[in-house]
C-alpha cells in the first residue's frame, strides 16, 4: 500500500463515532484531523494554520515569496457513516503533490495554497459551505445564529473548537492574491469506471433545484370503484414520473430523480387518495435545467388535467451551476493527456466547495474514479494506482501551468 | 326522518368509543347491539336469539311451522370510526320487511330468518366471517386461538362475550332446512349514483387476490449518475403501475389498485434502489383475474428485465368469487322491475358474509345507493328514500317469491 493510502486510512481514524466514520464540522474529531492535517502540511514543508472557521490553510511561496496563490484543496468533514476518501482525498493528495515538487527542488511561478475545509457535507448545521465562503468573502454572519440538532449554534460550536467568529469576515482574500481553485475528488458515480477512465476533468459543477410535488385524487374502496370512475393519485404520479424519466433522459447531461413518494391512505386495500413526492433536478447548464423544470411542470398539469387529479409543485431548494475554468480546466487536461489519459470531461451532479470559491476566482476540479460510484458509505473506495495516477497529475500540471493562462475567468 | 332511519341512528349509539361508531366483534358495544337488535327482532314477532357465535337470529315461521327458511341478514360489526350504514342497514331492513308482512297478515310458503352477523369486517381479529361461517357450516376450530391486538383469544373474546366457542360447530344449519341467503348491503361505491338508481342487484361477490412485489434495483446519488446508468427501482415501479391500470382498464369488470408503495432508502437526493409496493385484484370472474395476473406478472417481468431490476411477487391472500345464484337474483331483479327501476347487475368488489354462507345455499345481494360511493367513514350515508325503497322491494320480493325458484344452485 502506498504512504498516500496508508494517510488516508489513519486520518480516517478520527471519527466523532467508534467503529464509523463520522467527523461532523467543529466537533473534536474535526479538531484532531485538522491538527494531524497541519502537522503533515508542515511537514510537507508549508506554513500551516488552523483558520478562524476550522479550515487548515497551508502555504508553500512560490519562486520568491508573496506571489498570488492557486489554492489547491478539499475537504475534511465527512457524512454520517462516511467513507474515507471524498474530501479527505483531495487534500491529502494536494499535501503529497507538494511535497514530491519540493522535494524535487522545483520553484513555481506562483504560491501554492492547500486547503483543508471543514464544512462541505453541511451534515451538521443548516448551513453549508461555511469555510470555503470565509475565504472566498461570501460568509454571511447571520449563519452563526443556525444550531445543530443537539441545539449548539455554529458560534457556539465555532468558539468550542478554538476558533474566532468575530476574525472570520477577514479570511476573505483579496481576488488580487488568488489565481485560481483547484480540487481533486472521487467522481461520487459511476462514469470513469464505465468508461475505463482513472480521472476525468469537470467541466462545472451541477446546479440543482428540488421540489415537492403533491396530487390531490379521490380516495376510494379498492374493491367497489370501477377503473374508469377513479381518481387514483398514485396512478397519476406514476404517469409523471414516467414523463420526468423520460424528460431527463432527452436532456443530455441533466438528470432527474424522484426519491421519495408517500401515498396516502396508504392501505393495501385503498385507492390513494393523495401522494407527495420529491423531484431533485440537477444540470450544469441552468438553461437547461430550466426547461426541463418548464417541461416537467407542463406535463404534470397536463397528466393531472386528465386524470382530474390536483397538482401542486413547490420548489424545496434552489443553487446556481458553477461552470469551470476553461484555462485551468485545459491546464488539468493538458496534463491528463501527459499522463497517456484519454482526457474525458464530465459535469459533477454533486456540490463541491468550488460553488463557494467561483465567486472569488476561476475553479477547476479533478475526479477520480472510485467503485461502482459509491460514496457516503463506508464501501467507498479508490485504488493506490488510481489515487498515485491523480497525484502525479496534479504535480504534473503545477509543474506546468503559467499564471498567465487563467485570464479568461477574472 | 323514517322509523327506519331513527333505528338505525339509534343503533349507531353502541360503539367502543365515544364520539366515534367503533364496534368491533365481541366487543361490550357488540354485546349490546346485539341484545337492541334481538329487542327488534322480538318486536316485530320473531324468536330470537343470539347464538354461539356471537351472531342475533331471529326466526319468523311461513304458513306452518317448522319449513325450509330463507335467510335474510347481514352485519351488526364495524370497522374502526365508521359509518352507520355498512352491515347495519341490512339487518335493520330485514327486520323492517318482517314486521311489515307480519304487520299486514301475509303468510309466506317458508320461514324466514333473519341475521345478525357480528365478524364480517374482519376489524379485530385476523380471521374473518367467523359468524356466518359458523352457520354455513365451515367454521374452523383453529381460528379460536387467534389473537387481537391486545393479545385476547377468539376463544376468550367468545367467552367474555357470553357465547360458547364449543357449541359453534352445533350452529351449522342443515341445507335442507336453508332455501338461500339474501343480503341488503349499502353499495359502497360510486356506480348506482352515476348512473342514478337507487338500488342494484349483485351479480357476484368477487374475488380478490393481493400481492407484495418487491423490486430490487441500484441506489446512487442522484446527481452523479447519468439517466443511462441507472437502475432506478421506482422508475421500474412507475412504469410497472401503469402496465396495471392499463390492463385493468381492459378487464371490463376487473379491478386493480396499487395502495400501497415505499421506496428505500427514501432520500430526497438518492434513486431508490429498493421498492416495494401492493396489488390488490378484484374480478367477479375468478378466470379473468388470474389472467389479469398473469398478464401483469409477465408485465413486471418485461419492465424489470428491460431495466434491470430484479422483481419478486408474492400473493399474501386470496379468496375465490361467489356467484350470486341467478334463479334468487332473477327474483329480486324482478321486484326491482315491479317497483319501476330498471334492474342493474353489477358486481360486489368489497367481501360480505355470503362469501361464507354460498357453502351453504344460493345466494343474492340487493345493493343500495350510497353517497359518493363512500364507506368505512362517518361521512357514509343513504337518504330515507332509497332505504324506504329496498325495504319495500325486499318485502315484495319475500311476498312473491316461491322456494321452488332457487333450485338452480342447489
New interface residues.
Given amino acids: 500500500m502506498s504512504a498516500l493510502m496508508e494517510r488516508l486510512d489513519a486520518l480516517a481514524r478520527f471519527s466523532d463515532e467508534e467503529g464509523a466514520l463520522t467527523r461532523l464540522y467543529l466537533t473534536p474529531s474535526h479538531r484532531a484531523a485538522a491538527e494531524a492535517v497541519r502537522g503533515w502540511m508542515e511537514e510537507a514543508g508549508m506554513t500551516a494554520a488552523i483558520d478562524a472557521a476550522g479550515s487548515v490553510a497551508g502555504r508553500w511561496e512560490g519562486r520568491v515569496a508573496g506571489l498570488p496563490a492557486l489554492l489547491v484543496g478539499s475537504h475534511i468533514d465527512t457524512v454520517r457513516d462516511a467513507g474515507r476518501y471524498d474530501g479527505n482525498f483531495g487534500v491529502l493528495a494536494a499535501i503529497e503533490a507538494v511535497r514530491r515538487l519540493r522535494a524535487e527542488g522545483v520553484g513555481l511561478p506562483s504560491a501554492v495554497e492547500v486547503l483543508a475545509f471543514g464544512d462541505e457535507e453541511g451534515a451538521r448545521f443548516p448551513v453549508t459551505l461555511t469555510t470555503s465562503r470565509a475565504i472566498a468573502g461570501t460568509f454571511d454572519p447571520a449563519t452563526l445564529a443556525a444550531v445543530d440538532p443537539a441545539g449548539v449554534s455554529l458560534r457556539e460550536a465555532l468558539a468550542g473548537f478554538g476558533a474566532d467568529p468575530q476574525a472570520i469576515p477577514a479570511l476573505a482574500r483579496r481576488r488580487e492574491a488568488v489565481l485560481g481553485y483547484v480540487e481533486l475528488h472521487i ?5 470513469l469506471e ?1 468508461e475505463g477512465l482513472p480521472v476525468g476533468v469537470v467541466s462545472a459543477i ?1 446546479g ?1 433545484a ?1 421540489y415537492a410535488i403533491t396530487l390531490h385524487g379521490h380516495a ?10 377513479r381518481r ?1 393519485a ?2 397519476a ?3 409523471m ?2 414523463a420526468i ?1 423520460r424528460i ?2 432527452a ?1 443530455g ?9 408517500e ?1 396516502r391512505p ?7 387518495g393523495e401522494v407527495r413526492f ?1 423531484l ?1 433536478l ?1 444540470s450544469p447548464s441552468d438553461a437547461a435545467r430550466e426547461a426541463a423544470r418548464a417541461a416537467i411542470a407542463a406535463e404534470i398539469g397536463a397528466i393531472a388535467a386528465r386524470r382530474a387529479v390536483h397538482p401542486a409543485m413547490e420548489r424545496t431548494y434552489e443553487a446556481p451551476a458553477a461552470v469551470c475554468s476553461p484555462a485551468l480546466s485545459g491546464a488539468l487536461e493538458a496534463a491528463v493527456a501527459r499522463a497517456g489519459i484519454r482526457p474525458r470531461r464530465l459535469p ?4 463541491h466547495d468550488g460553488l463557494a470559491m467561483v465567486a472569488l476566482c476561476p475553479i477547476a476540479m479533478l475526479f477520480v474514479r472510485c467503485k461502482g ?1 459509491i ?2 458509505h463506508p464501501a467507498e473506495s479508490i485504488t493506490a494506482a488510481d489515487a498515485e495516477t491523480a497525484v502525479a497529475i496534479l504535480g504534473d500540471f503545477l509543474r506546468h501551468w503559467s499564471p498567465d493562462e487563467v485570464s479568461d475567468a477574472r
Fill in positions: 467522481e461520487q458515480g459511476p462514469v464505465a451541477a440543482a428540488r376510494g374502496h379498492a374493491g367497489t370503484v370501477p377503473m374508469a370512475l387514483d398514485l396512478a404520479a406514476a404517469e414520473m414516467l424519466e431527463a433522459r436532456g447531461e441533466l438528470v432527474a430523480t424522484v426519491g421519495q413518494i401515498a396508504g392501505a393495501v386495500n385503498v385507492i390513494p420529491s431533485d440537477r459533477s451532479g454533486a456540490g460510484g460514496s457516503h
